[in-house]
C-alpha cells in the first residue's frame, strides 16, 4: 500500500514537471503539432524582444521580486534578533497563523483600498490637512506599492519557517557563550547566528523570490500596467486568442523561468560569499553592534489586520465620497445582491480545497511512512520545484500538454494543479513531525499485540494530529489562493472566490470587490481557527494526566476499593 502511495505521488506530482517544461520549449521553438507549428524557429525570440516595453517590464519583475525578497530577510532577521525568546515573541507567535491565513489577493484588494490615492490612508491624510494629490502608491509606474506589499505579506511566511530553524541551533546557548565572551546579544545574533540561519533559510528564501517574480494577481492589482510586470505580460499573451502568438507567450514563459533560476543562482552565490566565501567579517570589528527591530513587527501586523475593516467598510457603503473618513449613507443591499453568487463561489471553493487537501495528505503521509519504512524519500529539490519555478512558465507548459489528451475535464485538470501546488506544503509541514516523532512508540505497540495499522491508527495518529490539523490548513489555504491554476487549466468554466476577487478588483464597483475580497479571506482564516481549535483539543487529549480523565461507568463498578 505504502509502495503504491509513493508511485501515485512521483505520477500525480513529480512527473507533471516534464510536461510543464517540455510543454514550454517546443512551442517556444514553433513546434507543436495540431496547430500548424510543425518546423523548429527561432522567431519566437524576435517576436518576443520586439514588444515595446519590454526591458521596463523585465526590470519592473526583477526590482519587485529582488527588492521585496531582501526586504523580507532584512525584516526576518531584525524581528528575529529583537525579539526571540522574550514575551514579544510568544505574543508575535500567537499572531502568525491569522496574518498567514489572509490570502494574497484579498490582502492586494485591501491594501489597494488602504493605500491609493482615495483610500483609507489618503483620507486621515486630508483629515489632518496634509496634501496627497501626489500619493501614488497604487500601480505606480515603479512598482513599490507592489513591492511593499510582497515583502509586507512574506515575512510572517519566513518568521513561521524560522521556527523549527533557530529550535535546531539552540540559541540560547550560542547567546551565552558569545555573551560570556564579551559580545552584545545583538553582535551574537550578527556574527554567530546569521551565517547558520541564513543557509537553512534557503528553501522559504527561493520559494518567495520564485513568487515575487512570477506572481500575477497580486501584480494585476497592485502594480503597474504600462507597462506591466514581465509576469503579467506573458499572462497577456498566453490568454491571446490568436494561436499564432502562441510561440510568443512559451517563448516568455520561458524566459520568465529563466530570469527565475537565474535570481535563485545569484541568490545561493551571496548566500555563498556571505557564510563562507568572505568570513572575515565574522570574527573581526566591534563587540559591540546595535541593530532596530523592536518595534519593526507591528506594521506587519497592523497592516494585514487594517485591510479588514477596510473592506468591511467598503463593503457596506452606499455611498462615500473622498475625503469623508466614514460612508454618509451605509447598506446591505450589496450583501443581498451577490448573496446566491458568492455562496456557489464559496462552496465550489471550498469543494476543491478539501479534495486536493485531503489527496495531498494522503499523498504526503503515504510518501513519509515509507521512507521511514525503507529509508527511501523524496529529493528536497524534487519536492520545491512546484514551489520554486515560476508558476507561469509552469503551468503553461502543463496546459498545452493537457490539450493532447482528448475530452474536456476540466474539474480533473483544477483539481490535479492543486493537488500539485498543495503536496510540497503538506510534505514540508509533516515532514518535521514525522522525524521527530518516537517510533518506539509503535513498537510497543506492536509488542502488545497490535497490527501495523492498528498501531498506527490508535498510537501514532493520536500523537501527530495537531500537526496534522495545522498542515491541512495550511493545504486548504493554499488551495484556496490559486488563481492561476485555476483559470489556466480550468478554461474559465470553473470559478472560485479569488478568480472572481481579481477579476473584479481590476476596475468594477468598489463594495462589490471588497465583498469578494473579505469572503476570500474569511473562508481560510475559518479553517485556521477550526484547526487551531483542533491542534489544542488533541493537545489537551494528549496530555491530559490520568487522574483527572472521568473513569468509565463499569470501571466504577469493577475497580476494587483501595483502604
Known sequence: MLYLLFIATLILCCLPLLPGLFGILLPAFFWQPGTGFHSPD?????????????????????????????????FTFLILQKSWGTTRWHRLESWLS?????????????????????????????????????????????????????????????LLMSLSVLQQLNIERLLAAGNGLGYSSTT??????????????????????????????????????????????VWQWFNDPDISLMPRAAMGALGLLTLGMLCIAVFRCLEWLICHGYPHWQFSGKRVH?????????????????????????SLSLRWRFPDILPSQMSVRFWQQETAFVTELATTSVLLAVISTLIALLLAIGCLEF???????????????????????LLFGIQVSTYLVPGQHYVVWVVWSHVLFVFPYLYLALDGPWQTYDCRYTQTAKSLGYSAMAAWWQVKRPMLMPAICL?????????????????????????????????????????????????????????????MLANRFYQSKMTAHPSTRKPAPDVLIREKPHY
Request: aromatic share 8%; with cysteine.
Open 98 to 158: 491569522p496574518v498567514l491565513a489572509i490570502p494574497h489577493v484579498a490582502f492586494a484588494i485591501g491594501f489597494a483600498f488602504t493605500f491609493s490615492s482615495t483610500g483609507m490612508l489618503a483620507r486621515l491624510l486630508t483629515a489632518f490637512g496634509v496634501d496627497t494629490e501626489s500619493f501614488h502608491l497604487i500601480q505606480d509606474p515603479l512598482g513599490i506599492g507592489l513591492t511593499l506589499a510582497l515583502a509586507i505579506k512574506e515575512t510572517p511566511f519566513l
Open 371 to 393: 521512507r521511514d519504512k525503507t529509508g527511501i524519500g523524496l529529493p528536497s529539490w524534487l519536492i520545491a520545484m512546484p514551489m520554486v519555478l515560476p508558476q507561469v512558465s
Open 290 to 314: 546595535r541593530l532596530p527591530g523592536r518595534t519593526l513587527h507591528w506594521p506587519l501586523i497592523l497592516v494585514p489586520f487594517t485591510v479588514i475593516p477596510v473592506l468591511l467598510l467598503w
Open 471 to 531: 498542515a491541512v490548513a495550511v493545504g486548504c489555504s493554499v488551495s484556496l489562493a490559486q488563481y492561476l491554476p485555476t483559470l489556466s487549466l480550468g478554461a474559465g468554466r470553473i470559478s472560485t472566490l479569488t478568480t472572481e476577487a481579481v477579476a473584479l478588483a481590476s476596475g468594477q464597483d468598489r463594495r462589490i470587490s471588497a465583498i469578494y475580497g473579505l469572503l476570500q479571506g474569511l473562508v481560510p482564516f475559518l479553517i485556521f481557527v477550526a484547526a
Open 42 to 74: 527561432l522567431q519566437a525570440v524576435q517576436m518576443m524582444l520586439a514588444w515595446p516595453g519590454l526591458p521596463t517590464s523585465v526590470g519592473l519583475t526583477l526590482a519587485s521580486g529582488i527588492l521585496s525578497t531582501l526586504m523580507a530577510i532584512l
Open 188 to 233: 551574537v545574533w550578527l556574527k554567530v547566528i546569521l551565517p547558520q540561519w541564513l543557509p537553512r533559510m534557503r528553501l522559504p528564501v527561493y520559494a518567495v523570490l520564485a513568487y515575487g517574480l512570477s506572481v500575477v494577481d497580486m501584480a494585476m492589482i497592485l502594480g503597474p500596467n504600462r507597462p506591466p510586470t514581465f509576469s503579467v505580460l
